[in-house]
């Protein structure tokens, strides 16, 4: 099939240039990844891969749930100096 369609993209110049790299190891160019890309997406009826948000590992959802819990009221909380808090960190590192 000839090329006949010009499609112009703007992209961060390092980006280019890694992905230039990238391809050169398949022996093909940007604008043949490109091609595979939308010819894919046709195939496939979307963005042939998953788009998702990032997700919070373990440690990050127990301290959101950890602070839903205190604005809710289903864990206590109190006030403290910022010095008393970080003399009790020191305390919890120490063990």
């Known amino acids: 099939m000839a090329k006949t369609a010009k499609l112009n993209i703007r992209v961060d110049p390092n980006t280019k240039e890694v992905a230039e790299k990238l391809f050169a190891n398949f022996g093909i160019t940007i604008s043949d990844a490109v091609n595979i890309f ?50 009790d960190m020191i305390l919890h590192e120490k063990g």
């Open 38 to 87: 939308l010819h894919k997406a046709i195939l496939s009826g979307g963005i042939p891969f998953d788009i998702k948000l990032s997700q919070p590992n373990a440690t990050t959802k127990a301290a959101m749930l950890e602070v839903d819990n205190m604005i809710s009221g289903k864990i206590e909380t109190y006030e403290q100096s910022v010095d008393d808090f970080f003399k």
